[in-house]
């Protein structure tokens, strides 16, 4: 199946909901995609084939960074499929060990996330991964702990983009890529 055939199928099985989490949302669940073990190998595969296009032209990198929840997911199986480490960034009081934080704004309310102090090495490169590009709000924190720790952030990779909500300003001095958009909220 082409790229382009790929990108169709899982959009066309990707749910998405109306007035969730607020009215005047359209949530994308990709939960759909995950589940469907063709969709999920193929969601993983553009992802990794857009990480071999970086490697070959920029270098390689040493580490992901899985964004919780759902970020958890691609970044694993990413880690997994290129024998890369894992690093994850969570919400408050989830880590057991030192953590450094930072807060952010959602297109919806405040939030903030933690990594482990000892994640991430100074001078590793590291790909922040994530299931869903929005205002760029949870990348742009997640960019902030990485680089705090003395980090180099090699790409920000999205499975979904929303491109109206412009997130990728706040992502504007990093690498970004998304394997596919949906226009609208």
Do not use: W
């Amino acid at each position: 199946m082409r790229r382009d055939e790929q990108i169709e199928y899982l959009k066309k099985i990707t749910r998405s909901i109306r007035d969730y989490p607020k009215a005047g949302i359209i949530f994308r669940d990709l939960t759909t995609i995950f589940q469907d073990r063709r969709a999920f190998s193929m969601a993983v595969q553009l992802m990794n084939n857009s990480l071999d296009a970086q490697s070959s032209n920029e270098g390689s990198f040493d580490k992901f960074a899985g964004i919780e929840a759902r970020g958890f997911v691609l970044a694993g199986a990413l880690a997994a499929k290129t024998e890369k480490g894992l690093v994850l960034l969570r919400k408050p009081g989830k880590l057991p060990h030192e953590t450094l934080g930072v807060k952010y704004q959602l297109e919806y309310g405040e939030d903030a996330l933690e990594i482990h102090k000892d994640a991430v090495l100074p001078g590793e490169k590291v790909v922040v991964v994530d299931d869903l590009l929005a205002t760029g709000g949870t990348a742009e924190a997640a960019c902030q702990l990485v680089e705090m720790l003395g980090g180099i952030v090699s790409k920000v990779l999205f499975l979904v983009e929303l491109p109206d909500l412009q997130g990728r300003k706040k992502l504007a001095h990093h690498q970004v890529d998304a394997i596919f958009a949906f226009e609208g909220q």
